[in-house]
């Protein structure tokens, strides 16, 4: 399978090495000790002094310091006196061991021999770039302890760093309620919480949160950022991006979530699901992944995108760099690029019926299939789709630089997958369709007859003939299609069935005596209408219109009786042909998307793991383990908490790839619970690690836009938990109670309300931002949502205040708790008794009233009474302090 | 002169009164943990800044505008005639061979392509002509026509160079970093920090233009870093008929209750800062809540443009298609520093990915275009500013993240060129109708004067009065390259 990358720890010093005569070589035998201790600081992505040392030429030069080496001359070098400094303060490396008696020796010979090196050394060996190389699970995490908390608290005491205590219990209940839900405790819980003194009691909390339906649509979305989900596009009716129906992917995120499903599975649904599960319709609605990049005028930006997002969304590889040239940093050459479009060639999208609707623009499975295994991958000179390289046609690999192999194997596929119109459901419907036409034929003769007391005559003849022949048209049709069924069935579904032969005779027969009935209606049709219209009327007697409508019945008459010739006539020859249900696909599919995805989603892939991780990581605490999030790429640094990520990437693939055992993992860690407060916080750690690096306190951070909006409606009690189903209007954002989740989320088509809190831009956002400009105090001051919402929470909290002996302190105390999640300060309580008073008086001083311009925000409208207008301001003022969109 | 009356000297008491104001029982208390703990790592004798300049400012705005991308240098402001002598030969053939000199690249590249050299293939003719224009005499391509017809206000750089062959130059601009180190404060971050405002109602570091694309350093081309949240600049939109979302809450709301409101939210605010003195969000969300609520009003107004007269409009190429989008953005930048918005950051060309002016193929037409698109809207701005008597007191620069490569990329294009390219100034304090620096005889290296990114900031706040050394925070240490040093040669 992969094969291993660590070339290099075969040639570390060894006594053999040392007694030989011959000169030292540098490649083989110094490189790889300053590689392994020295590069990380003295190195292309960190030059610590000024210093590198991961070319001869650059030693010579040296740094800060002066020359780190004096070719000829060792004992000069300020190379040898660092790592071999008896001073343990001073001495080189740093962390770790010091050097062997046997490295120094080399290196000392090394440099005395001239400290030769070739002129154009080469760039460093990508293939040595840690994130190419497979993660391992560091040997010292002691048993007992949260793995997350002993690799931390090992980095934190080697810098003296004391980590900070646990967050108060309603902290800690805030911050994971919105993290692993999106929506903060409601009172309930928080009450509950701090009363439930029990060990476990934090434990409970993130089971229930984590078996919550809520928290598939929280991390849904983080995933729809990372997958780029959007739906469709387009000028008016006309799509241009994405698939109409594609919410059914986003279902399918959610749901996956919600079970847990494995993500390496998930990985496999979404690039192969056509081919791992051809017809099961909730895995294939997982291929809405690829199905997103469709784009209607050009076929290379589609497949550019679907290059270039598969290899940032699960490997953490920029691609695209290569569409034009080969990568410049890292092992991804011109040719690898059109490799990887070559899995994609074969694809295309197209949209099922699914139960229940014929009409696949009202609804639909988008899903994606293979159309075409014969159009050949060229690379493009230059990028440019005009001039493909014909001369080497490309078949799909990998870079070998990343191990693992890749095995094609074409997948048959089922009759319901290449031909899905003969599935049941489809087929049941049809029928059924023809049945109900039938009964309704029924049904219109029976009126008819029933009719003759005010027709008489002709007229009643003819009706009742018009429907005995619509019923025997409407019987033929139900025949055709039931044998029409059944021939297909025996053709495709079934292997040498020896009755397929008559089936398809009977199918022909029936098909042909449904188009003499067919044909036979439309002559009396037209009849019965050059009847109608030759009936003497003085009005229309002259009348050209009359005349010309007589005309064009004589016409279709003529046709008319032309076809049912045509038809009987047909229906003499006995013939095996009819007409197909419908479209079918290529029987095969090529398993090209399906090989690729098993090489990601495996255990010895280096990155899938790790990018996942890191993307989970970011999510909990705010920031990533790696801060470039999709190009873990010679470009990214060995992280710091290399070890950390690595111990995680892997205890993530033992565990089945279970996301809900790492989110478990991560968030019941102390570095998790840590509190945010630091008024008096280790002003010692502030000085060592401003920025936090090692997590010794918990980040405040921003709430995502969606959970914004959802804890609003979430607080006020009114936010609809109703669960998937179609996209619904970004325009009903301000008045629809679902979660934001749901809403059209597309290129021009995004809630305004979102995007000003740095919501996932549609191109792209593997990351979010984190802004804080006064469009968002607007936001939240002035919409119809916080307006809304708070009056309407107001007036239940009034009620629920009327209660209690202090009403004005109960009101403040409970809304404190409903919207803040915590008890007001005295402070705080001081601060807003004062202002229910100061408020309600203004409020009811009306002469001194003055509105705003402009219309008034729809929806619920303000109280009459000043008191209760006042609570409404209040809560309104709690919905935009800066601990509603905070998380401490 | 239609500036707002407000002095630097007021708007530092104002500073000071919004810190004070309505803070009750709190205020002391979060003033004199801001004063101990210095905002960072309580060094003893730092404090920040006071919002005065530390020495006379030459301007009181700045107006930046960036072509995002990378605008080839060689058909704009650095005629290289040798380019059309030598078309088709590699540069090895040329007189000129030496400009490949490894060491300058081992110097000066940080990249790991190994294949940096092959990148430069054939040199490529000069897609446009030039001619010398204005008293000055300084040659400008044809493409330029408007803005070549003020170059007797413009200073000409065409020996800038940086150190990112890809488009994270982009960011690197901006933070005078490349984007290997991280993010860093941006330039408007560092004056927005360093100066005090000139209009309370509006913010002082705009950005007009979609922001830069992820790629490239996205909102972090804009934004404060570690100067913290507080400082980073606030895009807006330039649309007259929805300047700005949520701006009002309409006549179902009194005043009087608003401001009660914002009043209670204030105080509640303080008491958490209290709590978190460390917590810069907290801050900045408290100051951006007091500006949104003067901005509902003097936003609009900002993007009122009907209220210029035809004439100015037709100056910026508003009546016409090509010109009317950057158009508008000009002359919004120019209102808003009549108004007294310190920094307008104006992007052209961002585009959701690399830029709208990376010319890798068809660099003619692409480039023809967008030289069309903002030629005329920018000299409109220069010749507005002048005529007005704000282009005194208003640095205005142009720039881009790195030039185009001699050598040709295909058939019809460029590469990205890092390594000698132009950039331009005019207005407060520069001295017009000048040309510093040069690059060699085919515009590959600059080798005369030669600056780096950070030359540019250092000159900007040089003509704001400000010493980015005395602006240094404690615990963030800047290298001398981070300053860059003031280009003094184009200053009157």
């Known amino acids: 399978m992969f094969r291993p990358l660590a070339v290099f720890l075969a040639v570390t010093a060894s006594a053999a090495q040392l007694s030989a005569a011959e000169p030292v070589d540098y490649v083989r035998q110094i490189k790889p000790i300053l590689r392994e201790r020295c590069y990380a600081c003295h190195g292309p992505l960190k030059t610590q002094q000024d210093l590198r040392l991961d070319t001869a030429r650059r030693m010579k030069t040296g740094g800060d310091s002066g020359p780190a080496i004096t070719p000829g001359k060792s004992a000069e070098s300020l190379l040898i006196e660092k790592v071999t400094e008896a001073d343990e303060e001073d001495r080189m490396p740093p962390e770790g061991k010091p050097l062997s008696a046997e490295q120094i020796e080399l290196l000392r010979r090394w440099i005395d021999e001239g400290a030769k090196a070739a002129v154009d050394e080469p760039a460093p060996d990508p293939r040595e770039h840690w994130a190419f190389r497979l993660p391992v699970k560091v040997a010292d995490v002691a048993t007992g302890k949260n793995p997350i908390d002993a690799l931390l608290g090992t980095e934190m005491r080697k810098r003296g760093l004391r980590p900070l205590g646990s967050a108060a219990p309603q902290v800690v209940l805030r911050r994971i309620h919105l993290d692993l839900a999106g929506l903060p405790p409601t009172r309930e819980q928080l009450r509950a919480f701090l009363k439930d003194s029990s060990d476990d009691a934090y434990r409970k909390v993130v089971d229930e949160l984590l078996a919550s339906p809520r928290h598939g649509e929280r991390w849904g979305r983080h995933w729809m950022d990372v997958w780029r989900y959007s739906d469709w596009s387009g000028y008016k009716n006309e799509i241009r991006n994405s698939q109409r129906h594609i919410w059914r992917w986003r279902d399918w995120i959610i749901e996956s979530l919600n079970e847990d499903k494995p993500y390496d599975r998930m990985i496999v649904e979404m690039l192969a699901g056509d081919e791992v599960a051809p017809t099961d319709p909730n895995v294939l609605r997982a291929t809405g992944f690829l199905g997103r990049n469709w784009y209607k005028f050009n076929r290379h930006v589609w497949l550019d995108n679907t290059v270039q997002h598969t290899a940032k969304a699960f490997l953490g590889l920029t691609f695209n760099c290569a569409r034009c040239h080969d990568h410049k940093f890292d092992p991804i050459s011109q040719k690898d690029y059109y490799r990887l479009r070559a899995f994609f060639e074969p694809h295309t999208t197209r949209t099922d019926r699914v139960p229940g609707q014929s009409d696949i623009n009202k609804d639909g499975l988008p899903r994606v299939y293979d159309s075409d295994a014969k159009t050949a991958t060229y690379l493009f000179i230059r990028g440019n789709d005009k001039k493909p390289d014909k001369e080497h046609p490309l078949s799909p690999a990998m870079p070998a630089v990343f191990g693992g192999k890749i095995d094609v194997q074409p997948v048959e596929l089922p009759v319901e997958a290449f031909y899905p119109d003969l599935r049941k459901f489809v087929v049941d419907e049809m029928i059924g369709k023809a049945r109900e036409n039938l009964r309704k034929a029924d049904v219109a003769l029976a009126a008819a007859k029933k009719n003759d007391a005010k027709l008489g005559g002709k007229k009643l003849m003819r009706a009742v003939a018009l429907a005995e022949q619509k019923i025997k048209s409407a019987g033929a049709a139900l025949a055709s299609i039931k044998a029409r069924v059944a021939a297909e069935w025996a053709k495709y579904a079934e292997k040498e069935n020896p009755q397929a032969k008559g089936l398809a005779l009977a199918a022909g027969e029936a098909e042909r005596q449904a188009a003499v009935e067919i044909a036979t209606l439309a002559v009396l049709q037209s009849e019965h209408k050059l009847t109608d219209l030759n009936v003497p009327s003085k009005a229309k007697k002259d009348d050209k219109k009359h005349k010309a409508a007589v005309d064009k019945t004589k016409k279709a008459l003529a046709a008319a009786r032309k076809k049912l010739e045509a038809a009987q006539s047909a229906a003499k020859q006995p013939s095996e042909k009819y007409t197909a249900l419908g479209k079918q696909y290529p029987r095969t599919s090529t398993g090209r998307r399906l090989a690729l995805a098993r090489w990601i989603a495996n255990k010895e892939n280096p990155l899938t793991a790790r990018v996942a991780v890191n993307h989970i990581w970011m999510r909990h605490f705010g920031r990533p383990l790696v801060d470039s999030v999709f190009d873990f790429g010679t470009r990214a640094g060995e992280p710091r908490h290399r070890a950390l990520l690595d111990w995680l990437a892997v205890e993530f693939m033992e565990n089945n790839w279970s996301m809900k055992h790492l989110h478990r993992l991560i968030v019941t860690s102390a570095a998790y619970r840590r509190a945010s407060a630091d008024r008096d916080a280790a002003a010692a750690n502030r000085k060592i690690d401003p920025d936090n690096h090692f997590l010794w306190r918990t980040s405040s951070r921003r709430l995502e836009a969606e959970a914004i909006r959802d804890s609003i409606l979430h607080v006020a009690g009114r936010l609809d938990l109703a669960m998937g189903g179609p996209e619904i209007d970004q325009k009903l954002g301000q008045s629809s109670r679902r979660r934001s989740v749901y809403f059209r989320h597309a290129y021009e088509k995004q809630m305004k309300f979102l995007e000003l809190f740095d919501g996932a831009s549609v191109n792209e956002c593997y990351r979010r931002s984190e802004s804080i400009v006064p469009q968002q105090a607007l936001a939240l001051a002035n919409s119809r949502l916080s307006f809304e919402q708070s009056r309407l929470l107001a007036r239940k909290l009034a009620r629920e205040a009327a209660k209690e002996k202090n009403e004005s302190d109960a009101f403040i105390t409970i809304a404190f708790e409903q919207v803040l999640s915590r008890s007001p300060s005295s402070q705080e309580l001081q601060l807003c008794r004062e202002f229910l008073t100061d408020q309600a008086a203004r409020l009811a001083d009306k002469k001194n009233l003055t509105t705003f311009s402009g219309k008034a925000t729809a929806g619920t409208k303000p109280s009459a009474d000043p008191k209760l207008r006042a609570k409404e301001n209040l809560i309104h003022v709690l919905l935009n302090h800066n601990d509603f969109v905070t998380v401490r | ?492």
């Open chain 2, 1 to 492: 002169m239609t500036y707002h009356s407000h002095s630097p000297t007021a708007h530092c008491s104002n500073r000071r009164a919004f810190l004070g104001a309505g803070m009750g029982f709190g205020a002391l208390a979060l003033g004199a943990m801001l004063q101990r703990d210095g905002w960072a790592n309580g060094e003893a004798n730092w404090s920040p800044p006071d919002g005065q300049p530390h020495f006379s400012p030459k301007v009181k705005n700045v107006i930046w505008l960036f072509m995002v991308g990378g605008t080839s240098h060689l058909e704009s402001f650095d005629h290289k005639p040798a380019l059309n002598r030598y078309a088709g030969m590699s540069i090895a053939e040329t007189p000129h061979h030496d400009v490949l000199n490894p060491k300058f690249l081992e110097e000066n590249v940080r990249t790991l392509a190994p294949d940096l050299r092959k990148v430069l293939a054939k040199l490529y003719p000069l897609q446009v002509g030039f001619r010398r224009r204005g008293q000055s005499g300084i040659e400008v391509s044809d493409w330029w026509p408007h803005v070549g017809g003020c170059i007797d206000d413009i200073a000409v750089v065409r020996s800038m160079w940086t150190n990112d062959i890809d488009h994270g130059a982009q960011l690197q601009f901006h933070t005078g970093r490349n984007t290997l180190d991280g993010y860093f404060p941006t330039i408007g971050s560092w004056i927005h920090y360093g100066l005090g405002s000139l209009n309370d109602d509006l913010p002082q570091f705009v950005v007009l233009g979609r922001p830069l694309a992820d790629c490239c350093g996205g909102n972090e081309g804009h934004r404060a870093s570690y100067l913290g949240p507080q400082h980073d600049g606030v895009p807006l939109t330039v649309d007259p008929k929805n300047p700005l979302p949520f701006a009002s809450p309409g006549a179902g709301v009194f005043r009087q209750e608003q401001r009660g409101e914002v009043e209670l939210l204030r105080k509640l605010n303080r008491l958490t800062a209290e709590e978190h003195p460390h917590d810069a969000a907290l801050q900045a969300r408290i100051k951006s809540y007091e500006l949104a609520f003067r901005m509902q009003t003097a936003v609009p107004e900002v993007f009122r443009l009907e209220q210029e007269t035809k004439a100015t409009e037709r100056l910026y190429g508003i009546d016409q298609s090509a010109t009317k989008s950057f158009g508008q953005m000009c002359l919004s930048a120019r209102r808003l520093a009549e108004r007294g918005v310190r920094f307008v950051q104006v992007y052209h060309g961002s585009n959701g990915g690399a830029g709208g002016w990376d010319a890798h193929s068809n660099l003619k037409s692409n480039h023809s275009k967008n030289c069309a698109a903002v030629d005329k809207p920018i000299a409109g701005l220069l010749k507005d500013l002048k005529r007005r008597g704000m282009l005194d007191e208003t640095l205005v620069v142009w720039a881009t993240e790195f030039g185009r490569s001699p050598g040709g990329e295909g058939k019809t294009g460029r590469d990205h060129h890092p390594f000698g390219f132009s950039i331009w100034m005019a207005g407060g304090g520069i001295k017009g109708g000048t040309v510093h620096g040069a690059t060699d005889e085919l515009g590959f290296l600059a080798v005369e004067d030669r600056h780096y990114v950070t030359d540019v900031h250092a000159t900007v706040l040089n003509q704001l009065g400000l010493d980015s050394r005395k602006l240094e925070v404690p615990g963030r240490k800047r290298l001398d390259i981070d300053h860059g040093k003031a280009i003094k040669e184009i200053l009157a």
